[in-house]
């Protein structure tokens, strides 16, 4: 069985989401938000309930991952903070990336303390996570 990864980060890092499923997605099962077409779903349930779809969406896909993936190169947005908040509160392993220098971004208290483990690099993080995480 894979192991099975939700990628969380600003909807905007696509190219994050890209490399991992591109380098591992042989290896990993990967749950990524953001292969839902918004616009239509927009369109059939409303902008009224948009919010309340995505977060219970987006918490339903982190309650079948076995780790949560953070890609945070220019600062983790709400949601992403609540993602690796709530994941932390299940017991999932949160592994954060941040490309910046000396991972200045992720250097905070509260981030540090519902994170598993901070790494520099794409390639770092899944690269310590597949012998160490993989249940295979």
């Known amino acids: 069985m894979k192991l099975s990864i939700y990628l969380a980060g600003w909807s905007?890092?696509?190219e994050y989401r890209k490399i991992s499923k591109e380098n591992y997605g042989n290896k990993i099962d990967f749950l990524d938000p953001?292969?839902?077409a918004h616009l239509e779903v927009i369109e059939k349930i409303g902008i009224d309930h948009y919010d309340t779809y995505i977060v219970r969406r987006d918490k339903k896909m982190i309650d079948l991952c076995d780790i949560l993936?953070?890609?945070?190169?220019?600062?983790?947005?709400?949601?992403?903070?609540?993602?690796?908040a709530y994941a932390d509160s299940k017991s999932i392993p949160v592994y954060v990336i941040d490309p910046t220098e000396g991972m200045e971004?992720?250097?905070?208290?509260?981030?540090?303390?519902?994170c598993t483990k901070r790494f520099p690099s794409i390639k770092d993080c899944f690269e310590?996570?597949?012998?160490h995480e993989n249940k295979q």
């Open 128 to 131: 310590y996570i597949l012998p």
């Open 105 to 114: 971004v992720s250097n905070n208290a509260w981030l540090r303390f519902h």
């Open 12 to 14: 905007e890092e696509m």
């Open 34 to 36: 953001m292969t839902i």
């Open 69 to 84: 993936v953070a890609y945070i190169r220019i600062g983790a947005t709400y949601g992403t903070l609540f993602e690796i």
